[in-house]
């Protein structure tokens, strides 16, 4: 059983950036990629990035151009997202999942991913 733990979720102002973290422990981890989502209100979940624990590789959404920036720390089992330029848009619940080899149906699908942490709320003000 593997646990997910997000935190850095906040209030901000249009413009201003936020990092978040997710921490991961339990279970057996080799092999996997972990991954954020986002779910707007009132909207379906959203991939935003996800990263190969074992290369490094990173992947993102097509709406991060350039803003989001996901890294991984591999002593602390964390992975982050740095977040700049924030947009009233970019409000969310952020969640990080974690999937493991074989990618069958795609990182940016919900259904890739085993684990699930419980959300940080992120709020852009205008």
């Known amino acids: 059983q593997v646990e997910l733990a997000e935190s850095g979720g906040g209030l901000v102002q249009a413009g201003e950036s936020l990092r978040l973290s997710c921490a991961a422990s339990?279970?057996?981890?080799?092999?996997?990629?972990m991954a954020w989502f986002r779910q707007p209100p009132g909207k379906e979940r959203e991939f935003v990035a996800a990263?190969?624990?074992?290369?490094?590789?990173?992947y993102y959404g097509d709406f991060v151009k350039g803003r989001f920036t996901i890294s991984r720390e591999n002593a602390k089992t964390t992975v982050y997202l740095q977040m700049d330029s924030l947009k009233p848009e970019d409000t969310a619940v952020y969640y990080c999942?974690?999937?493991?080899?074989?990618?069958?149906?795609?990182?940016?699908?919900?259904?890739?991913?085993?684990?699930w942490g419980q959300g940080t709320q992120v709020t852009v003000s205008s």
């Open positions: 990263i190969s624990w074992t290369f490094g590789s990173v």
């Open positions: 999942g974690i999937a493991f080899s074989p990618i069958e149906y795609g990182l940016q699908y919900e259904q890739q991913y085993a684990y």
């Open positions: 339990g279970g057996t981890l080799s092999n996997h990629y």
